[in-house]
């Protein structure tokens, strides 16, 4: 008689250690997840393309955000660059258009590899998980009503540049964080036909970026997305955030498309701010010039000391500045493009970083840019609104190329890294050494006992501390602001509220004149 032994229940494949819910949480997870690659494709892919002649498989490992995907290790037999484009015609010949296949740095390499270079892996993913997917309805619709937001912010933009015209009541509402009840907005309308020629600049520096990204992708074949514009009125816009829709055959397609649109968006701005700056010293030219606060030329110490040079000491040096307002759509199109210019997650710059250097260098570059802006060192009192920007929207590193490992050459890291130099000349404040030489105005900003202090004083670098101090009280006090509201108020109009309240001018350059040669004192 046969005996029947109950058996003990067979053991979930996730182990002993789950419970029945997170047992069924990882199967719903796995269902809801990428599709992986099929087990049996990856055998017959594993036989058929790898072997002596091209690439020894030795070991597989997930690939994938995910693990959706394969990633094989193992040997290089021949030119990394020749092993691949006969590995991904053999995968179409194989496989049909199912697949992507990735060469990427081998993780967690002890050496490189012997024929030079670092040691390769190839990545497999199906091609629905690893490339973008179409641009839906709801996205276009999400675009266009950004495009239009961002026209009116850069209207507003011109509006604001002509703050010594406007009706009283309309500047106290703007530049006074107290003033709760909003001015009749029928009163800037008179106002709207002037400040459409700023506006049309700063538009224009948008659009002829998204034209250097997609005239750089079109022969590439690189599918690009619409470009979703980011409004704000203290610069018009934050650029646009555009997507690539197709896998990047290779890093210097990533370093050519990502340096085209800020070059291109900086190569019309600089042209504008050189004419305003020349029209500002034109007489001709003094019906069209709007009256702003000296210290905006202080945001910049390359665009400082340019304007400086140009507009001449005394200019510079007043309460109030003359300026074209082409000067003002150039400086916010040349801010905008080296902001975006950063090199940090899937901004331009930190594309083109992870493009030209590796993702490890953008990992560093990133941590220095993050710590910058948190300390207000680069943008002044746009670097908390641009930071929380990035760090919502643009914090994700790009996706690997196709053809991760092969680099780009010197001269593109040559651009790069003076792009980068540039960036950060545009986006530095002017302060440290050159701040003794701009001390004056800085001076009618600081508080009393602080100017009684820097009198006091009679070895330049005392004189350089106390600047240090007015400056770190001046941006405190604009970093308050922008906590406050940093949406609806402008750097500029910031600025000039000091100007008004603090010194008790009304507005008026002539006081401010009087306010600055009362303070003045003799350096040295």
């Known amino acids: 008689m046969k005996v029947l032994i109950p058996q003990p229940p067979t053991t979930p494949s996730f182990g002993p250690a789950y419970s029945n819910f997170q047992v069924d949480s990882f199967k719903l997870m796995e269902l809801l997840g990428p599709e992986k690659v099929d087990p049996a494709d990856g055998k017959l892919i594993k036989d058929k393309l790898f072997g002596y002649s091209t690439f020894w498989v030795t070991k597989e490992e997930p690939f994938g955000d995910l693990g959706e995907g394969i990633l094989f290790l193992g040997n290089l037999r021949g030119k990394r660059e020749d092993v691949f484009a006969k590995l991904q015609s053999q995968l179409v010949e194989v496989t049909g258009d199912k697949y992507n296949l990735f060469m990427v740095e081998e993780p967690n390499a002890e050496g490189l590899d012997p024929r030079g270079g670092p040691r390769v892996s190839f990545g497999l993913l199906r091609k629905e998980v690893s490339e973008p997917g179409p641009t839906t309805l709801w996205q276009y619709v999400i675009a266009l009503l950004l495009f ?11 509006i604001a540049s002509q703050i010594n015209r406007l009706p009283p009541e309309v500047v106290k509402y703007f530049t006074d964080p107290n003033a709760i009840e909003p001015p009749d907005m029928e009163l800037l309308f008179p106002f709207v036909d002037s400040a459409l020629p700023l506006a049309y600049g700063v538009l224009g520096v948008l659009l002829f970026h998204e034209v250097g990204h997609f005239l750089a992708a079109f022969p590439k074949k690189v599918k690009l997305s619409i470009p979703y514009f980011i409004p704000n009125i203290t610069l018009g816009s934050f650029g646009a955030i555009t997507q690539f829709k197709s896998i990047l055959p290779d890093r210097s397609t990533q370093v050519d498309i990502s340096l085209a649109g800020p070059f291109a968006g900086a190569a019309l701005s600089f042209s504008m701010f050189a004419v305003g700056l020349l029209l500002s010293s034109n007489p ?3 019906g069209d010039l709007v009256q702003v606060p000296s210290m905006l030329f202080q945001g910049s ?18 309460g109030t500045v003359a300026i074209h307002p082409l000067l003002i759509a150039g400086w916010c199109g040349l801010t ?16 083109a970083v992870q493009g030209a250097f590796g993702k ?5 570059f990133g941590l220095t840019t993050y710590t910058l802006l948190g300390l207000g060192v680069l943008g002044g009192p746009l670097s908390l609104p641009w930071g929380l920007y990035v760090l ?3 914090r994700t590193p790009e996706k690997p190329c196709l053809n991760d490992v092969t680099g780009v050459g010197t001269w593109r890291k040559t651009f790069v890294a003076a792009a980068i130099f540039l960036v950060v000349l545009t986006l530095l404040p002017v302060w440290d050494e050159l701040a003794e030489e701009l001390a004056e105005p800085l001076q009618l900003y600081a508080p009393v006992e602080f100017v009684q202090e820097y009198s006091a004083c009679h070895t330049r670098r005392k004189r350089v501390l106390v600047l240090k101090r007015i400056w770190v009280l001046r941006r405190l006090f604009s970093w308050s602001l922008c906590l406050d509201d940093w949406i609806s108020i402008s750097w500029l109009m910031n600025n000039l509220w000091v100007i008004i309240h603090g010194c008790g001018t009304e507005g008026s350059s002539g006081g401010s004149d009087t306010k600055l040669e009362k303070k003045k004192m003799k350096l040295g």
Not at 336 to 351: E, I, K, Q, S, W
Not at 360 to 364: P, T, V, W
Request: proline share 2%.
């Open 148 to 158: 239009l937001l961002t026209i009116g912010s850069s209207v507003e933009l011109g």
């Open 392 to 394: 919502i929207c643009q």
């Open 360 to 364: 490890s260098a953008l990992i560093g």
């Open 284 to 286: 001709d030219a003094a």
């Open 336 to 351: 905008t493009t080296a902001f975006n210019m950063l090199p940090v997650g899937c901004l331009d710059g930190g594309r």
């Open 301 to 318: 110490l390359l665009l400082g000391l340019i304007s400086r040079a140009t507009l001449g000491y005394a200019a510079m040096h007043a």
